[in-house]
Structure formats: structure tokens, C-alpha cells
Nanobody
């Protein structure tokens, strides 16, 4: 089970931090990620991080968003800076361990101009 927290409403240029914790398992997932889905759009990958620390980001968030993970606490965070109205979406965390996939409940991020 993934437990997500954070999110909320901010003005453009502001920051938010999302956090996602793996509950009920001490598996070190080989892949953890954040996705988002805006109204009327498909869910898209915001960024992911492997257990070895390799990172990948959506082009539109590079330089503004940072993903980090704590393998001891089994968490993955998404620090979002310089937020833009187009970042408004429901954000989801995902953990994947060789096909064993968990999704967190979405958390709303709203950025006003």
C-alpha cells in the first residue's frame, strides 16, 4: 500500500512537496515514480527514480521538480518549485518491483495564476 501526502493549492511560482510511503512492506522497490493526470488528459509520467538512484524527468518539469527517495524509510518525495498553472493535476505515486505494481491514492495539486 502506498500512502501519499502533501499537495494543495498555491500561486504560480510557489512550491509544494509530495511524499509517498510504502506501508506494510519492507521491499526495496526497484522503481518508484510520480505521475499526474490533468482534467481531460491522459496520465503522464512526471519522473521516476530507481533503487540505484537513476533519475528521469518529464521535459516540462526539468529544473523545477526533484524526486528523491529514502530507501531506509521506503519513501519517495517530489519537490516541486516554480510551479505553473499547467502543473495543476492529480498526482499519483507508483512503486514497481519487477511487475509487482502499487499505486497511491492521488493527491490534488492546484496552481493559480
Amino acid at each position: 500500500q502506498l500512502q501519499a501526502s502533501g499537495g494543495g493549492s498555491v500561486q504560480a511560482g510557489g512550491s509544494l512537496r509530495l511524499s509517498c510511503r510504502v506501508a506494510g512492506s519492507n521491499v526495496r522497490f526497484n522503481y518508484m515514480a510520480w505521475y499526474r493526470q490533468a482534467p481531460g488528459k491522459q496520465r503522464e509520467l512526471v519522473g521516476n527514480i530507481t533503487d540505484g538512484g537513476s533519475l528521469n524527468y518529464l521535459d516540462s518539469v526539468k529544473g523545477r521538480f526533484t524526486i528523491s527517495r529514502d530507501n531506509f524509510r521506503n519513501t519517495v518525495d517530489l519537490q516541486m518549485n516554480s510551479l505553473k498553472p499547467e502543473d495543476t493535476a492529480v498526482y499519483y505515486c507508483k512503486a514497481d518491483h519487477f511487475g509487482w505494481v502499487l499505486w497511491g491514492r492521488g493527491t490534488q495539486v492546484t496552481v493559480s495564476s
